[in-house]
């Protein structure tokens, strides 16, 4: 059995579609044949909205971040514990 790869690949997922769609390729949808590019070549197609949400934050929002992060962690809660036991 042969893998397909590259665009042998693509022309499967172009002649699957023109048979179960009664269309050819180039009729469908932009959106439509960057889904089967995709899926053909492997990529993903969705965008990871967690990195494009940090890369828009402002530098005083990180800086509240990272500043909640410390504050809710161990380390912040062992060194204030033992401040009140010792002080």
């Known amino acids: 059995m042969e893998i397909l790869k590259g665009s042998n ?3 499967y997922f172009e002649n699957l579609v023109r048979a ?3 269309l050819p390729f180039k009729e469908l ?3 439509e044949q960057k889904v089967i590019q995709s899926i053909a070549e ?5 965008e990871d909205v967690n990195e494009k949400f940090m890369d828009q934050l402002t530098f005083g929002e990180r800086v509240s971040d990272s500043t909640a ?5 161990w380390s ?3 060194v204030f514990l033992s401040d009140l036991w010792c002080g």
């Open 29 to 31: 949808s932009q959106t």
């Open 20 to 22: 179960l769609m009664d």
């Open 69 to 73: 992060t410390f504050i809710g962690s």
């Open 42 to 46: 492997g990529t993903p197609v969705a």
């Open 9 to 11: 690949m693509i022309r």
């Open 76 to 78: 912040f809660t062992v």
